[in-house]
């Protein structure tokens, strides 16, 4: 596609920045400490784990106990002890975030404002399309020790205490991006549920993993066949015991055979056995064989043969995002700007229009930094709402910017967050000529500084739409010129801008009450278009 230019990271490059990221899972939370700048690769200086069965309570009762939430908040306080050592107090260098176990509770919210108030730490729960882009970024991190990720086609999954989240890559590129409601605590709490001797559970585990495997679409029948790749600290257990690899360093390779007959072993033994003979926690040797039993059966669907194993994690693409301060790399970026043309054409947009005047935003994103300050990862928010600003005409002309913005919140674009859907959007709900109004609920319900946000993007985007007002894609090349009276675009090569300037008339007041400057046009002659 000739798609925008992806957002580079071009950040000025520092030295080396120390971080720590935490992950409160269904099972434990983990902390890495790292340090590395943006042209390295993050060192992991400490890794620490405390189990808290954080799903244990969600997957049975729906809700987190207050025992379990004094419990998370004993193990930040300490995690917070460690960091002080480190000198890691800013927290602009600290990322928690929280998964399924955390998200799909009843009293999500009461658990992390019980976090807050203890530590002062803002948890970010992450939902399924922010995970699959940490995922996604995690794998990058160790994409050398599997170059063929960039040519066949791939499936890459990590079965969780929740959850079983998946990618399907072809040729590089995210075809599929979704969640199975199948992980080891998940599997565990059913079969509590069951008055069954424990000689049955090993038939019940794999039942169930199979009735929820199926129907997903994963497995339908593909040229080229897919290879797998299986994440997630159970299978690195396995490739360790089996192959004696250095399970947090080195990729493996592993048959289905003998992911089978671990997996029945590992079935086959009492839990004190397993904590005793792979040396885990007693959480970690309950949940390891249905984790095994997810992982095996998925395989199986699949019809593969050998399974790929990485010693990629959640906590490494966190860590890459952290350190490069979220301005995300252009191969990730180009994965999303694909997913939001795959959205358009999904409803028929104008693909050519809607391009051009993605390339137009960026480039006035770019020249305009002095005058709107934000930062470079509010680039994308623009490019996208500029992709979809017209998807509304799907379902009707009148009134299509609210149309758009409600199939924008309502679609799933990968590695993009129900809160940054929501401010795509507002920013395209604004395009045309209404204002953003305090009765408007979507918008005034945001926090103050992503109402600002909202405003100055959709202000650019009018400008870019106003420079393709005659949906020719005539301008490509102009200049920005900030004077304290107004803004000058001059543009070259064209003379007679009257529809653009009509363009400016109709929706550029938006503009002019952001910034509190007037838009002059002009063109070829130096001669200027003025307001009327």
């Known amino acids: 596609m000739s798609s925008p230019s992806a957002i580079s990271n071009e950040t000025s490059r520092s030295k080396k920045r120390r971080i720590a990221v935490i992950e409160i899972g269904t099972t434990s939370i983990r902390m890495a400490i790292a340090e590395g700048n943006e042209e390295s690769r993050v060192q992991t200086l400490e890794k620490l784990v405390q189990t808290v069965a954080i799903g244990e309570d969600t997957y049975t009762v729906g809700r987190i106990s207050r025992n379990t939430i004094e419990t998370c908040v004993g193990v930040l306080k300490m995690y917070q002890e460690k960091l002080r050592e480190y000198r890691l107090t800013d927290p602009q260098n600290i990322r928690v975030v929280a998964t399924s176990a955390v998200r799909e509770a009843e009293n999500t919210l009461a658990f992390v404002d019980r976090v807050f108030i203890a530590t002062g730490w803002s948890v970010n729960v992450l939902d399924v399309a ?50 199975v409601r199948l992980g080891s605590l998940r599997l565990s709490a059913l079969l509590k549920t069951y008055d069954a ?110 399974i790929h194993v990485l010693p990629a994690s959640v906590r490494d693409g966190l860590l890459r995002e952290l350190i490069d301060r979220d301005v995300w790399s252009d191969e990730l970026v180009q994965q ?48 996208l709402a500029a992709l979809l600003h017209e998807i509304g005409l799907f379902i009707g002309t009148s009134a299509y910017h609210k149309h758009s913005m409600y199939l924008i919140t309502n679609s799933e674009l990968f590695g993009i967050g129900r809160k940054q859907l929501m401010l795509i959007g507002l920013i395209t709900r604004y395009h045309r000529r209404t204002s953003p109004k305090s009765s408007h609920t979507g918008f005034i319900n945001l926090e103050r500084d992503d109402r600002v946000v909202v405003i100055k993007l959709a202000a650019i985007l009018r400008v870019a739409l106003a420079l393709d007002g005659a949906r ?6 102009f200049e920005c010129s900030l004077t304290p009276k107004r803004l000058v675009i001059t543009i070259p090569e064209i003379s007679d801008l009257s529809m653009e300037q009509l363009a400016i008339r109709q929706i550029g007041n938006l503009f002019e009450e952001t910034f509190g400057l007037p838009i002059l046009l002009r063109g070829q002659a130096g001669l200027p278009m003025r307001k009327r």
Request: no cysteine.
């Open 130 to 179: 922010e995970l699959h882009r940490v995922i996604y970024q995690g794998i990058q991190v160790w994409r050398d020790q599997l170059p063929t990720l960039a040519q066949d086609r791939w499936v890459i999954a990590e079965v969780g205490g929740g959850n079983t989240e998946y990618l399907m890559l072809q040729h590089g590129e995210v075809e599929v991006a979704n969640a």
């Open 336 to 383: 999303i700007i694909r997913s939001a043309i795959d959205v358009g054409r999904r409803f028929q947009f104008d693909e050519s229009h809607a391009e051009h005047v993605a390339r137009l935003s960026k480039s006035l994103f770019s020249q305009l930094a002095p005058l709107h300050g934000l930062d470079r990862r509010y680039e994308l928010l623009l490019v």
């Open 197 to 306: 001797p424990e000689g049955q559970w090993p038939i019940l585990l794999r039942k169930h993993a199979q009735r929820a495997l199926s129907g997903t679409g994963i497995y339908a029948d593909r040229t080229p066949a897919a290879k797998l790749l299986l994440l997630g600290g159970e299978m690195r257990l396995m490739a360790e015991k089996l192959l004696g690899v250095e399970s947090t360093q080195e990729a493996a390779l592993v048959s289905l055979k003998d992911l089978e007959a671990f997996t029945n072993r590992v079935l086959s033994m009492h839990v004190d056995e397993l904590v005793r003979e792979f040396h885990i926690p007693l959480p970690d040797a309950e949940n390891l064989g249905p984790a095994l039993v997810a992982n095996t059966e998925l395989a199986k669907e699949l019809r593969v043969q050998k």
């Open 472 to 477: 020719s894609q005539r301008i490509h090349d």
